[in-house]
């Protein structure tokens, strides 16, 4: 037994290491520690929490807290909030602070839409300097400062960036290298010049070209994306498939063997749904391989024109078949280009196709029975009433409606396709962005048809980069008329458009965000004058707005003039051709020359009425797009080439139409530059 004296001894010793401990813990307990400010991490608190930090921090780690609450300021868009921080920087800086400085500045700058000045600053920044975080932040400003725009800088920039991130944001990488892939055509990676060490990229390339090989083809896709992965297994796509591409694996082909087609089998719209019937059974039927009678003769120039229906003003776009439209589309009329060439089609089908009359019977009980009859897809209704009512439908048929709603509904079985006025005006703004034209002027009817496309066209053009479009309206044909004959002429003047936007969404990668410019600053600022003219009318306006113009504007100005389809007719000889010198306009290819055997077959099937060639030609695509549904619905980048445009589908599957350019030329009509 040990002795008393040992023990007390031992007890002592403990005591004060006992009472330290017990000292610390209840001055941890009364004093949390707050973690130091590291401004080449992540800034993961609001601008309030570093803020506050800013106020109880002694001068010597003021600065990192000011950097990452002017970081968080920027990415909460609080922007007078963060300049005033920089202001209160002080005038010494680390090197690491001053480098931090600068990724901030870049953000401001792009924020602002400055990306001259962004772009500016991070040339100065060298990337290997930065810490990984900042790095990954480096890499998505340099994104942002192209703008999405695709091209080598950009696709380096996201192949930089990949290696720096984690889970959500890395597969954000992947999908946007490859969205940035997929706007760029094959012509356009082809001609891309990279290093022989880039091997990363070469993959992508070498993806991007699998693609557009067999994107047609969902099982040759399957089996070529495979192959590319065990070719290249180091590329992040093969471990981390885009997910536009990793839907192609799921890929399930829809059923066409019974198809129901509805249409108004009476009434104003009667005859333009025969038309589009004609064409859907003619492309069933394998009809267009027959090339057109050998003893057929070419329309003379001087064609009459077949009656409208009711008259002059009668509807011929579906999408303006729906009570109350005030528009004035007129039946166009034109020739045929003779040719002996036949037209490679699909050979006949063997599905059912069975009519239902939506004139006759509401569009809930025609989609029920066509359900219980047996039927797997469903093409049409035409009327843009009846395709409202799709929006409420419970239906489990796959639809391919022939209009479009005011409002798309994105739903797994619904896709739209409609010859309307404003996807002419959302192609019109393509094609004239394309051509390098910055400054537009929009000339349109009065009324809902001038309206539809003025907002179509506006929103398409801020889509694509550019800012304010002029609007001016014209009235009847007598008024153009009076101010002919007066002198008067056309000033191309007129009232800036504002067109409906959805609310800009920032974008966040690596926990930088980068806010999208406030709705109402323009993308990109307006200067000098008109310098092209969108023209909405018909032959007979189009005779006197082009003099009127040309009374007010000299040829110096350089305006290039644009018309839609609305002008295009038959019976327009050498005299107008020769008064419409230089003006280019939009058809669809059908009528431009690019199956000139099936033209001249339609031509005498409608007696060169236009406007319900466009429909037939509607018919054949609608029965393409049918037999391709599963493609437009589950493929990303569908497009086929059809008679009415060459065809894509949007996410929401809204069929998107590219028009064929002609332009007016020493009394010729030839391809648009």
């Known amino acids: 037994m040990l002795p008393s004296k040992v023990v007390r001894n031992k007890a002592g010793r403990f005591v004060p290491v006992l009472l330290a401990g017990l000292i610390l813990a209840a001055c941890t307990g009364q004093a949390p520690q707050t973690p130091g400010a590291d401004v080449q991490g992540p800034a993961t608190r609001t601008s309030d929490y570093y803020l506050q930090q800013v106020q109880q921090s002694s001068d010597d780690n003021k600065a990192d807290w000011q950097l990452l609450a002017i970081r968080a300021l920027l990415n909460e868009g609080k922007y007078p909030q963060a300049n005033q921080q920089f202001t209160q920087l002080p005038k010494t800086l680390s090197d690491s602070q001053s480098q931090e400085v600068q990724l901030l500045n870049a953000q401001l700058a792009i924020s602002r839409q400055d990306v001259a000045s962004a772009q500016s600053v991070l040339d100065k920044l060298d990337p290997s300097s930065l810490s990984k975080d900042q790095q990954a932040r480096y890499w998505q400003l340099q994104i942002n400062a192209n703008q999405g725009k695709p091209s080598l800088t950009l696709l380096r920039a996201f192949i930089a960036q990949e290696p720096l991130l984690q889970g959500a944001d890395k597969q954000k990488n992947i999908d946007a290298t490859w969205q940035a892939l997929t706007q760029m055509t094959p012509e356009q990676a082809n001609s891309l010049v990279i290093n022989a060490d880039e091997n990363v990229l070469q993959g992508w390339l070498d993806l991007q070209s699998v693609y557009h090989a067999n994107r047609q083809d969902p099982d040759m896709l399957k089996a070529g994306i495979t192959d590319w992965q065990t070719r290249y297994p180091q590329n992040p796509a093969a471990k981390m498939l885009p997910t536009a591409l990793g839907q192609v694996q799921n890929f399930q082909q829809a059923s066409t063997g019974k198809i129901a087609l509805l249409l108004p089998l009476n009434g104003q719209a009667q005859v333009f749904a025969s038309a589009i019937q004609k064409g859907f059974n003619d492309a069933k039927n394998g009809v267009l391989n027959a090339p057109p009678p050998a003893a057929e003769a070419q329309p003379t120039e001087n064609a009459s024109a077949t ?68 039927a797997t897809l469903v093409v049409g209704p035409l009327l843009k009433n009846n395709v409202e009512q799709l929006a409420d ?27 309307s006025p404003e996807d002419e005006a959302r192609d019109a703004a393509h094609h004239i962005w394309e051509q390098g034209k910055r400054s537009p002027l929009l000339l349109v009817p009065r009324g809902s048809l001038g309206d539809r496309v003025t907002n179509a066209f506006a929103s398409e053009w801020q889509k694509l980069g550019g800012s304010t479009v002029l609007r001016q309206q014209f009235g009847s044909t007598g008024e153009l008329k009076q101010g002919i004959n007066s002198g008067a002429g056309i000033r191309l003047t007129g009232t800036p458009v504002s067109a409906p936007q959805e609310q800009p969404q ?80 939009s058809d669809i290819p059908l009528l431009t020359g690019a199956n000139p055997g099936l033209m001249q077959q339609a031509a005498r099937t409608f007696n060169n009425d236009y406007s319900l060639v466009r429909l037939y030609a509607m018919g054949i695509d609608a029965w393409t797009l049918a037999n391709h549904f599963s493609e437009m619905r589950q493929l990303p980048g569908f497009q086929i080439d059809g008679n009415t445009g060459k065809l894509s589908a949007t996410q929401d599957c809204v069929i998107n139409r590219k028009l064929t350019w002609s332009q007016y030329r020493q009394g010729q009509i030839v391809p648009a530059n």
């Open 506 to 585: 920032g974008v966040t990668i690596a926990g930088l965000t980068i806010p999208a410019p406030p709705s109402d600053a323009p993308v990109q600022s307006s200067s000098g004058n008109v310098d092209a003219t969108y023209i909405v009318s018909t032959q007979d306006e189009l005779q006197l707005i082009k003099p009127m113009i040309a009374m007010r504007v000299s040829s110096r100005d350089n305006v290039a003039l644009y018309a839609s389809s609305r002008s295009f007719q038959a019976g327009s000889g050498p005299d107008f051709r020769l008064e419409m010198e230089g003006l280019q306009f």
């Open 307 to 374: 009656p409208a229906e009711n008259d002059a003003n009668a509807v011929v776009s579906p999408s303006a078949i729906q009570p109350g439209d005030d528009s004035e589309q007129q039946q166009n009329q034109s020739v045929a280009p003779a040719s002996s060439q036949s037209v490679a089609t699909a050979p006949a089908s063997n599905a059912e196709v069975k009519v239902y009359d939506t004139s006759a019977q509401p569009l809930p009980q025609l989609l029920a029975q066509a359900q219980q009859d047996g």
């Open 393 to 419: 439908s419970q239906t489990p048929l796959n639809v391919l409606a022939l209009n479009e709603p005011e409002k798309i509904q994105n739903r797994p079985n619904l896709c739209y396709f409609a010859l």
